[in-house]
């Protein structure tokens, strides 16, 4: 979960809005900072379930 964090702030940060000569420095940065918690909540819940499955699965094999 924490990985899929760091990635989604990482991604987040990298996407530009489409309408960035329309908008002021404040709104740009609400925006991004917007977009960056979404992403980064995406991808945490991506990874906890990536993770979840690979746990469940070694527990069923060692088993």
């Excluded at 489409?18 to 819940?45: N, P």
């Amino acid at each position: 979960g924490g990985l899929g964090l760091v990635m989604g702030l990482f991604f987040g940060a990298l996407d530009n809005p489409i309408m960035q000569e329309e908008m002021t420095a404040r709104q740009q940065f609400v925006y991004t900072a917007k977009q960056m918690g979404r992403r980064s909540w995406s991808s945490a819940k991506t990874f906890a379930v990536m993770g979840l499955i690979f746990s469940g699965v070694e527990c069923v094999v060692e088993k």
